[in-house]
């Protein structure tokens, strides 16, 4: 079975400081894919970012950043430069390569960014 | 390109009755998955259908069931309500070979 912690039930970050979410997982999966998900207060849940367990490089997508460490088990995301509205819910997810529509999440990290 | 819609966005139900929930993916999208958020277990795989057949399953009581049509539109049903049902639905959709999911805004469902 699949497991994701997220230890961070709640973060404060001054706006355009970098905030680092962590996330731990546990699986017997030798494949298997990493993802980042934002939630806003509307409930909609936003794709951020995706690690494959093969991939030797860090994700990045534009601000966010996936920092990949695989024998600690953990996928911690990274984002620079932080705004306004990243302001939101932040969840951890995994998934097995072959059924990555089937994603196990972790319990979230509320983000607010103060002014 | 439009998103993945959900509809109804709100319902109240009674403990005890049946609901239908829908959700239209991405024109193209084979894959439709379903997902049930609540404060106390947090986000939960129900089940996934890809092309009108379900390929993957969560641990979710006979209650919970779903189907998807020809169009990859896709229901899921929820029968014998009970308070503990109370949940963010949410729906996801994608290609069949590539990992990112979309998702809906969800339908947000209250049994009294």
């Known amino acids: 079975a699949q497991k994701i912690t997220q230890t961070q039930p709640g973060m404060f970050v001054q706006e355009k400081e970098a905030v680092t979410l962590d996330c731990t997982y546990d699986?017997?999966?030798?494949?298997?894919?990493l993802f980042w998900y934002k939630q806003p207060s509307s409930g909609e849940m936003i794709f951020l970012i995706y690690q494959g367990s093969y991939d030797e490089q860090n994700a990045t997508e534009g601000r966010y950043s996936l920092n990949f460490q695989k024998a600690r088990k953990s996928a911690n995301l990274v984002i620079s430069a932080s705004q306004l509205g990243d302001s939101a819910m932040y969840f951890c997810?995994?998934?097995?390569?072959?059924?990555?529509?089937?994603?196990?999440f972790g319990q979230g990290t509320r983000l607010t960014i103060n002014p | 390109k439009a998103g993945v819609t959900q509809t109804p966005r709100y319902l109240i139900k009674t403990r005890g009755q049946q609901v239908t929930l829908s959700c239209s993916p991405i024109?193209?999208?084979?894959?439709v998955s379903w997902y049930q958020q609540t404060p106390g277990q947090g986000l939960q795989f129900l089940f996934e259908?890809?092309?009108?057949?379900?390929?993957n399953k969560g641990n979710f009581p006979g209650r919970f069931s779903g189907r998807q049509f020809s169009n990859s539109r896709s229901e899921m049903n929820v029968s014998t309500l009970e308070l503990g049902d109370s949940a963010l639905y949410l729906c996801a959709s994608s290609r069949d070979t590539v990992y990112e999911q979309y998702f809906g805004p969800g339908t947000r469902l209250t049994v009294t």
């Open positions: 997810a995994m998934s097995p390569i072959q059924g990555a529509q089937k994603l196990v």
């Open positions: 024109s193209g999208h084979r894959s």
């Open positions: 699986t017997s999966d030798q494949s298997y894919g």
């Open positions: 259908y890809f092309s009108e057949t379900q390929r």
